[in-house]
């Protein structure tokens, strides 16, 4: 199999929370603030939460924008970032993580919960 063929998935959605590392503070805030002015920029669809951030848009967007974050992170001195990520990609249908919280809230409700 020629492996250089395959491309990568038309749409995805990651959930990432970006972890400023010897910073000698318990607060992201600082950072958390910026990261969310660089994807407000992008153009990007995304939702901020309590633990991180889901955005969504094409793989190349979606983890160019990631690899943005870091960057500018490390501009404001901080050397060491982590990133935990979660992605996911289909194939069956065009889904945004909007529409999946609504998915199961309409579940919820047609179970009266």
Known sequence: MD???ISTPASCYADFC???????????????????KLLR?????????SAGTTVEGTW???FTIIGKAHT?????GVVRVQTSLR?????D??????DKVKSVERRLAEEGQ
């Not at 400023?20 to 969310?36: D, F, H, K, L, N």
């Not at 500018?72 to 404001?76: D, E, K, P």
């Open 60 to 62: 190349d967007e979606v």
């Open 72 to 76: 500018l992170v490390h501009q404001r």
């Open 41 to 49: 920029a992008s153009g990007l669809k995304y939702t901020m939460h």
């Open 18 to 36: 970006i972890v400023p590392v010897g910073t000698g503070s318990a607060s992201v805030s600082a950072e958390v603030t910026e990261v969310q």
């Open 87 to 91: 992605t996911g990609t289909r194939t």
């Open 3 to 5: 492996y250089s063929t």
């Open 93 to 98: 249908k065009k889904q945004t993580a909007e």
